[in-house]
């Protein structure tokens, strides 16, 4: 995806590249539904471009920040505990075509909060990536990562 001046986060079509900003508030509330529901509704993360009317054409979309190249998020998951105010999570995007793994957390609803890095036990990585090879249908996801497939 090319370099861009934007800010935070955004919905950006992958057919005409039209965007549309985030209201914080709705995406904090966006992430803690993703999380109460079980990380099942990954749908969420996709919306109709009313630009191009393509159906599940815009995804959120924010820098990378070292070289302020933008970010297509694909999948989203993390360790959902009620009644607790903090969301560990792991977004799978798109960096210049290739696959990342980008470990970050929420507090309440403050997305400033998604620039640090999320810190895990080795318990918790083992929980979000058993989360991942259900949620992305990819059951032999770590295996063929530790054997270099």
């Known amino acids: 995806m090319a370099k861009t001046n934007k800010r935070g986060y955004w919905w950006e079509c992958d057919k005409c590249k039209g965007t549309v900003r985030f209201n914080k508030r709705e995406f904090g509330s966006l992430l803690w539904g993703l999380a109460k529901g079980g990380w099942e509704k990954q749908s969420l993360l996709e919306r109709r471009c009313e630009n191009c009317k393509q159906d599940e054409s815009l995804h959120i979309t924010h820098h990378f920040p070292p070289s302020k190249e933008s970010i297509r998020v694909i999948r989203i998951v ?56 259900v949620v992305a249908e990819r059951p032999g996801f770590l295996a063929a990562l530790i054997q270099g497939q």
């Open 78 to 133: 993390g360790i959902y505990k009620e009644r607790r105010d903090f969301l560990p999570m792991m977004w799978e995007a798109i960096v210049s075509g290739k696959q990342r793994f980008d470990f970050k957390y929420i507090k309440g609803n403050k997305t400033k909060t998604l620039a640090s890095p999320a810190v895990l036990t080795e318990e918790e990585l083992v929980s979000v990536f058993k989360t991942y090879r």
